[in-house]
């Protein structure tokens, strides 16, 4: 299993493009950053370290585009069949893919909040440890970042059962990124049928508002959900389709 985690980083980090794409969201980051200094109206500190200088909308991108293809590709260029050959099992080469978009996930957000760190000290001397409301800056932005997590781990499990189920490397990167679009929007039309309908809220939909819930108690009162119900469900529905994108992947020819 480590050999098969280590090969999916080795492919990953060294597609130019990868690097490519972080360098584009570090340079977004400096960009905005530069922005406010030169526009103090413009944008507040606080929203900007909170959306991690506009990277933050970068990092699940980067994400989403990886996780489409990094089944699809494996079986539209023909190296599935290598791994499957070095007796490798099917659930071994799912779960080092799954652990490989996770880990990936976590070093693309380490570095969206340590330059965020940075920028806020260096050009708008950002107070982490001043209390606002409840809780103190490091701590809101922890705390949003904890959601931002679970809604992108939700995400990337259904771009990945997608990626299983198209051949072509494109198609699984333009569905997943246009997915993650629609995604939002549904959420947006949810908030107006869980009122009409108490039912619909148990909808995977729903649960894409628990970062946003997270940051602030009273979206409950739009999700009818507790917040502890909304991490849970996140993660429940998170499992369960990954576990269907395993099952589409046991299913799929080579």
């Not at 009162?221 to 992947?249: C, D, E, H, N, R």
Request: glycine letters at 6%; proline letters at 1%; charged letters at 10%.
């Amino acid at each position: 299993m480590g050999t098969l985690i280590k090969q999916e980083f080795y492919k990953l980090f060294h597609k130019t493009g990868t690097w490519i794409a972080i360098g584009i969201m570090v340079g977004l980051q400096i960009a905005f950053a530069i922005i406010r200094m030169a526009n103090p109206d413009l944008f507040t500190l606080g929203d900007l370290v909170t959306s991690d200088f506009m990277g933050g909308g970068l990092v699940i991108f980067l994400a989403v585009a990886a996780t489409a293809s990094i089944v699809a590709q494996e079986f539209q260029f023909g190296t599935m069949k290598q791994l499957l050959y070095r007796k490798y099992y099917r659930s071994q080469v799912f779960v080092s893919k799954v652990i490989t978009m996770v880990l990936y996930l976590v070093f693309l957000q380490v570095i969206a909040t340590a330059v965020t760190v940075v920028l806020s000290v260096t050009t708008g001397k950002y107070d982490w440890l001043k209390v606002v409301g409840k809780h103190a800056n490091w701590e809101t932005y922890s705390i949003s970042v904890i959601g931002f997590f679970l809604v992108s781990l939700l995400l990337l499990s259904v771009v990945l059962l997608l990626s299983t189920l198209l051949k072509s490397n494109a198609a699984a990167v333009a569905t997943g990124i246009v997915g993650y679009f629609l995604m939002y929007i549904a959420s947006g039309i949810l908030i107006a049928l869980i009122a009409k309908w108490e039912f619909v809220k148990w909808s995977p939909f729903t649960f894409l508002m628990v970062g946003s819930q997270l940051s602030s108690e009273s979206v409950s009162k739009v999700t009818q959900l507790s917040t502890p119900v909304m991490v849970i469900g996140s993660l429940a529905y998170t499992a369960l389709f990954t576990v269907i994108a395993y099952l589409s992947f046991r299913k799929r020819s080579v």
